[in-house]
T-cell receptor, first 114, second 113 residues
Framework: ETGVTQSPTHLIKTRGQQVTLRCSSQ?????VSWYQQALGQGPQFIFQ???????GRGNFPPRFSGLQFPNYSSELNVNALELDDSALYLC?????????????FGPGTRLTVL | SQKIEQNSEALNIQEGKTATLTCNYT??????LQWYRQDPGRGPVFLLL?????KEKRKERLKVTFDTTLKQSLFHITASQPADSATYLC????????????FGQGTTLQVKP
């Protein structure tokens, strides 16, 4: 069984650029959630995808968008990068949602915006 | 709005002692609560889930309690070891979307040999 993988591991961008982060879910999981984690803070929920549809969104502006593909892998896109977007971006997969199931996190992508 | 509070100060204890971490929540009543462990530079790892109708849950040296009257969960590690040193995150679900977890800021535990 393959765990959750994310790419790239690290990324450096400049303000105003766009970035795409990728996540491959654990085998058998149909739900993906994305989180942003600033240094010293807990993860903040960005949005969740269930069977390719967005299923809930946190307090993030529309320049944060996502996709889930038929194989349940996912992308997080961030447009018009700002300095405050520098953080660890975590992807978590689970089987279904709302049932209290554990979420399996990937190792994260460290994004630095200069 | 829903608020999750964990002790932001690091907890330093001696090997072999019991570590107790606190998670308080306000303005709602979650149906369950999860605890995660996070090591530096890595994603969180699920440890335990406790539901509102369960007072206590155990897994090996870990014990979690859930007091819905006090709106508090306690996370205990007995016979602590240096390998238990990490940040521990409390995560109940959002009241509006139970698939969305609301994480506390985490408490860093340091176990000294």
């Amino acid at each position: 069984e393959t765990g959750v993988t994310q790419s790239p591991t690290h990324l450096i961008k400049t303000r105003g650029q766009q970035v795409t982060l990728r996540c491959s879910s654990q085998s058998g999981h149909n739900t993906v959630s994305w989180y942003q984690q600033a240094l010293g803070q807990g993860p903040q929920f960005i949005f969740q995808y269930y069977r390719e549809e967005e299923n809930g969104r946190g307090n993030f502006p529309p320049r944060f968008s996502g996709l889930q593909f038929p194989n349940y892998s996912s992308e997080l896109n961030v447009n018009a990068l700002e300095l405050d977007d520098s953080a660890l971006y975590l992807c978590a997969s689970s089987f279904s949602y709302g049932r209290g199931g554990e979420q399996f996190f990937g190792p994260g992508t460290r994004l630095t915006v200069l | 709005s829903q608020k999750i509070e964990q002790n932001s100060e690091a907890l330093n204890i001696q090997e072999g002692k019991t570590a107790t971490l606190t998670c308080n929540y306000t303005n709602y009543s979650p149906a369950y609560l999860q605890w995660y462990r996070q090591d530096p530079g890595r994603g969180p790892v699920f440890l335990l889930l406790i539901r509102e109708n369960e007072k206590e849950k155990r897994k090996e040296r870990l014990k979690v309690t859930f007091d819905t009257t006090l709106k508090q969960s306690l996370f205990h590690i007995t016979a602590s070891q240096p390998a238990d040193s990490a940040t521990y995150l409390c995560a109940p679900p959002s009241s509006s979307n139970t698939g969305k977890l609301i994480f506390g800021q985490g408490t860093t535990l340091q176990v000294k040999p």
